[in-house]
């Protein structure tokens, strides 16, 4: 029951977004049930101001996580993406999607997109369509234009809703949203997010009947340590106890370990350039976000490719869906990034957005940037025509000898080789708690994990100047093992120097001098380096080349500051252990397939910044 307490109480952060507002007082509710073009009747809340004196835009939710109410009198607590446009003045729905709590249907994560839909064939586009058809048809009060908007899983439905193709759609904002569960939520290249199992039941559904009630199948576990406890259950299939058989999402992440023809059809990030209407999109993510970091920045990626859509991206110093709370004071764990942000936010940038395309058509400029995006080192908003910047240049550095991180390429041919124990993983934070999902970890400090032999240190000299990163970074690794398969971790840290000053939020035990800033981190499970549909085994001890991106940044690296990357093979229980020794499917393995092995990083190895040219 704990678990369903917590599950709720994370849910319901995406709707507390406007605290203080009295919505009974300025909103009536209405329930309906709208047919789908399959005859499936998907159940619709609609808030429409009282004010019946002029017309409004409608903005619309869909969501698997339920229009129900959280509030009292039936009515969510907050509605809407933000206070400014509450008071404002919207009409405000959200929509059960198919299969999911009061709506008809049956349920499927991440339904896959048919381009060319004959019939009554249906997917998550097609019931968009339906819905926006018949509220500009049947809603009163609305002046004909619909936006759409969500946070995370209803983010990906906002995505989906850009291929719609319904002409009243004018202004959609995907936040958090999910690109594609191989790369976003439970899995990162390839390897399972085991910190995330235990809300695999949240998405599990029964075959054919929708998910009404009792809407996740988790039978509750431990709340123990939770290093410890998957420590004990390993290999994965000791776990397996804890779920029913109904947790059908469960069964088929164990069934598809390899992106197959169920995954890669239900990536939406693909379709994104197919955009036949000209909708105006804002996507929306947080530096710092655990969970869905892939969706936000490859979806704007692929939808800019569309030049003739007004397409931007803003990118703040939030964790998943931080902009979504009212926190006066924006920190991450023990590091602060400013006050206000998310107020700036929802008033400057969010409510302008939805206003400038559903209230005055669009006309005119927006006033908004290309990519708003904020610099989590020198903790400050930046404004650029594009995303990644014009002024970047890609800058190479070695991972080299003496574990120096070098531009200077060392040309002595050498390694740097650690053993990989399976029973003693690198832990993935100093603060590992069953939690909903980490998301603390992504700013915590490194230093835990630089002191063990199992991690490779490579640190720049104490920087004589600033150093921007403002892209993506790609780690190229020369690599070997004297096992058959393997995961390379590659982590980048701003290391503070030792007079840092000391924030609120820093944790007595921790002072910041010398704090090692993780800014960005990422898995390649090694059996999928060259394909994520047709994995590979390693040669033991072959000199072999793994290639690791890693997500976007916008960080300054300040003068004083010095630049490090840390290398290991697990990053546990973030991500499950790899056996080490290659299997078919690793959620099969078996306890003799989990073997200590021995890993070697070259010094021919380089890792390559976006930086912004000064
Ligand atoms: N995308 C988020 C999530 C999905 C599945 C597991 C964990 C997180 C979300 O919808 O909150």
Redesign the pocket.
Known sequence: MKLKLLVLT??SV?VLNAQGYDVKAHYTKKEVSIEMRDGIHLHTTIYSPKDTSKKYPIVMQRT??SCQPYGPDKYRATIGPDKTMMEEGYIIVYQDVRGRWNSEGVYDNMRAYIPNKKGKQVDEASDTYDTIDWLVKNVPNNNGNVGTWG??????YASYSLLSEHPALKAVSPQ???GD?FF???HHNGAF?LS?WR??G??GYEKDTPMTKDWYKITDVPTQDQYQFFLDHMPLSKLDTFYSKENVFYEQIKDHPNYDEFWKPRGLVQHLNDIKKKPAVMFVGGWFDA??LY?PLNSYAQVEENKKLYNTIVMGPWS??DWARNKERQAIGNVYFGSDISKFFQENIQSKFFHHFLKEDGKGESGLPEAYMYNTGSNEWNKFDSWPPENTIKETYGLGAHQALSKMMTREFSFAEFVSDPKKPVPYSEDIKFV??PRKYMTDDQRFAARRPDVLVFETPVLEDDITLAGDILAKLKVSTTGTDADWIVKVIDVFPSDAEDFEETQEYLKMDNYHMMVRSEVMRGRFRNSFENPEPFVPNQVTNVDVKLQDVFHTFKKGHKIQVQIQSSWFPLIDMNPQTYVENIYKAEAKDFQKQTHRVYNMSTIEFTVLKK
């Not at 946070?151 to 990906?156: A, E, L, N």
């Open positions: 994370f849910l995406f698997p996580y946070i995370s899983y209803p983010g990906f958090a949203c999910i569960f976003d939520d439970f997010l995330y809300i695999t949240l998405f969970e869905d969706g998943h869906g909903f999902t």
